[in-house]
């Protein structure tokens, strides 16, 4: 049998959980599943699986499998797609997180909708994990440091960036300036509902990190709320560098601890690997890259120069 078609088998397997779901994903015997493991196992001189009558677990040598033929189909089915891109039309749907959403507005995608004015987009703003085969979604923006391997949807990465300190003149002026990370926990900290919970930032200088306890005077998960916050003079916030460049700029607020951020975030564009060569996906990730770079590249260069 063909390596990659037993590369495709043995990733199902991992991803399904057993031989036997995998099968029946496959519309195959449980023994030809089987044989195809066995076949690899036999090329590679080493176990991929442990298997008892109870489970099923994999070798370090079976994850490592795993992750190299999980690539390779990746590059096989991408280079499968490359061809002619012609007239792109009907409608594209489109999940992102409400802040996001709202900062960017229609920016994010006016250009796109002017080279392609056919293009009907369907965009939803929810701060949840959706599923992108029963909620009919094309393309799912989502922040996260790590996404799980899939050979189903595909994460392509859009950006990294970072959070940053920032806090208004007028806080400052009250309260004084912090001088270390640690000093953060005799201020008001605006912080997520992810930071309540943990009642911690973890920052980094570069070289060195560290997890700093803060005193929550507000929360909010939504980031334009604890922006408005700070804003107003309500304590110190750790937010998007790209989503308070412009206030930075204009000097409605000042970064604090301005060599201290924290770890990097990556946005991601999900889309199920089924619908890589259907022109609207094609079209909007190459636009998304291309104007993710844009802002990424605006709010570095803005927080380091008012930070310099």
Not at 68 to 96: F, H, K, T
Not at 170 to 186: D, F, I, K, M, V
Request: net charge positive.
């Amino acid at each position: 049998m063909d390596l990659l078609a037993k590369m495709a088998t043995y990733v199902r397997v991992i991803e399904a959980g057993s031989l036997s779901t995998a099968a029946k994903q496959l519309r195959l015997s449980v023994a030809s599943v089987s044989r195809q493991i066995a076949a690899l196992e036999g090329e590679i001189g080493a176990p991929l699986l442990a298997r008892t009558t109870r489970r099923m677990t994999v070798t370090a040598v079976g994850q490592d499998y795993y992750e190299r033929s999980l690539r390779i189909l990746r590059d096989v089915d991408e280079a499968q797609s490359i061809g002619p891109r012609g007239g792109v039309d009907g409608v594209l749907r489109l999940s992102m997180p409400v802040t996001i959403g709202f900062l960017s507005g229609m920016s994010l995608f006016r250009a796109l909708l002017v080279r392609h004015p056919e293009l009907r987009l369907d965009l939803r703003l929810e701060d949840r994990v959706v599923d992108l085969v029963l909620e009919h979604v094309d393309v799912a923006i989502r922040v996260a440091p790590k996404l799980p391997l899939s050979t189903e949807v595909v994460a392509h990465p859009l950006s990294t960036w970072h959070r940053v300190l920032v806090a208004a003149p007028s806080y400052l002026r009250r309260r004084g300036e912090p001088r270390t990370p640690a000093a953060l926990g005799n201020h008001d900290a605006l912080s997520s509902a992810r930071d309540v919970t943990t009642e911690r930032w973890t920052l980094t200088d570069g070289d060195t990190t560290t997890q700093v306890r803060i005193a929550t005077r507000h929360a909010c998960s939504a980031g334009q709320m604890l922006r408005e916050l700070a804003l107003d003079g309500q304590g110190i916030a750790l937010l998007p560098h790209w989503y308070v460049a412009g206030d930075l700029e204009a000097h409605t607020l000042r970064r604090v601890l301005p060599k201290w951020q924290s770890e990097a975030v990556v946005v991601h564009a999900l889309y199920r690997a089924a619908r890589r060569n259907e022109q609207r996906v094609r079209v909007t990730l190459d636009h998304l890259r291309s104007t993710y770079a844009q802002i990424e590249q605006r709010g570095a260069s803005v927080v380091a120069t008012v930070s310099g």
